[in-house]
């Protein structure tokens, strides 16, 4: 069992930083793949970045790609979303998930945070 909690979450105006943070409780948490989703009001959870278990590999959406970076900090079971340029449309409630596989979507998860809302003021 992993639990997974969010932080870091705030309201920052357009163009601005922010970096998210997700603590897991467990010992092996290397060997999860981790990755961060987005909920925008009225809107469906959608995929923002990914960090592959036992690699160094990531992955991103392209809305993100560029702007976003994915971390993992294994010896404090922590991973990171630095989000830079931030733009208004990037408000959304911020989760963490982790699964014990390869691939991560919404469908494979086993794993949530409870969220951290972003909101980026225009």
């Known amino acids: 069992q992993v639990q997974l909690v969010e932080s870091g979450g705030r309201l920052v105006q357009a163009g601005d930083s922010l970096r998210l943070s997700c603590a897991a409780s467990?010992?092996?948490?290397?060997?999860?793949?981790v990755g961060w989703f987005r909920q925008a009001p009225g809107k469906e959870r959608t995929f923002v970045a990914t960090f592959f278990r036992n690699t160094d590999r990531t992955y991103y959406a392209d809305s993100v790609k560029g702007r976003f970076t994915i971390s993992r900090d294994n010896t404090k079971n922590t991973v990171y979303l630095q989000m830079n340029n931030l733009k208004h449309e990037d408000t959304a409630v911020y989760y963490c998930?982790?699964?014990?596989?390869?691939?991560?979507?919404?469908?494979?998860?086993?794993?949530w945070g409870q969220g951290t809302q972003v909101t980026v003021s225009s």
């Open positions: 998930a982790a699964r014990s596989r390869e691939n991560l979507d919404l469908r494979s998860a086993q794993y």
């Open positions: 467990g010992r092996t948490f290397s060997s999860y793949t």
